[in-house]
């Protein structure tokens, strides 16, 4: 992609936090506001996990060797193309930002196929507009109970409403009856948005802890 087509800053010039996923995701979501870059109308936020909060990703930076990461949830930035393949943005894989979804979703998400159960994953979409007017978070996932971070914190103030200062779990939450936007399992997911669900079968998963 030429740098003068791209809606987003190259990877290197994004705003990024480790383990903010769902932070980074906003910014991103604010820069193509702000820079008018593209129409939010294009552009969806996803959340990707699941009842137990244990869902694998392949590809991720923090992987070893070819192995998944065990999240208990992930964000990306997907832009539905209409006259071609949508595109991922995840400032968290080792695959080209943006990513053909077509791609992300054969080596990133791969199949449930041959997952044990409790590692199925499910995805909430949630249009970016929606995702900037209604995302809060004050960050306390992140702290230990005394009060210390896990993992050090955005340079810049906590998102929040005028309303809200945590809603988060609404957003991770795989509940179709809580929150915003639309909840799909995988193969729902590829149906929708590629048009088909006939990935190669993963790897089996065995239990690992969240990273």
Partial sequence: ????????????????????????????????????????????????????????????????????????????????GHQSDSLV???????????????????????????????HRKLRVVPADSFLLNFASDRSHMKNSDGSWRMPPPHYPPIHTAECQMNLDDFISMDPAVGWGTVFS?????????????LSPSASVAAAASP
């Fill in 186 to 198: 995988l193969d729902h997911f590829l149906q929708r948005y590629i048009g088909h669900s006939s």
């Fill in 89 to 119: 943005y995840d400032l968290d894989s080792e695959l080209s930002f943006p990513c053909s979804l077509k791609l992300y979703a054969a080596q990133a998400l791969r199949s449930d196929r041959n997952i044990k159960p409790e590692y």
């Fill in 1 to 80: 992609m030429k740098r003068e087509d791209r809606i987003i800053p190259v990877r290197e010039n994004c705003v990024y936090t480790s383990c903010y996923c769902e932070e980074n995701v906003w910014k991103l979501c604010e820069f193509v506001r702000m820079e008018r870059t593209a129409q939010l109308e294009q552009m969806s936020v996803v959340f990707i996990s699941n009842e137990n909060r244990m869902v694998p990703l392949w590809k991720q930076k923090s992987g070893r060797d070819k192995q998944p990461v065990i999240w208990d949830y992930h964000v990306i930035l997907m832009q539905v």
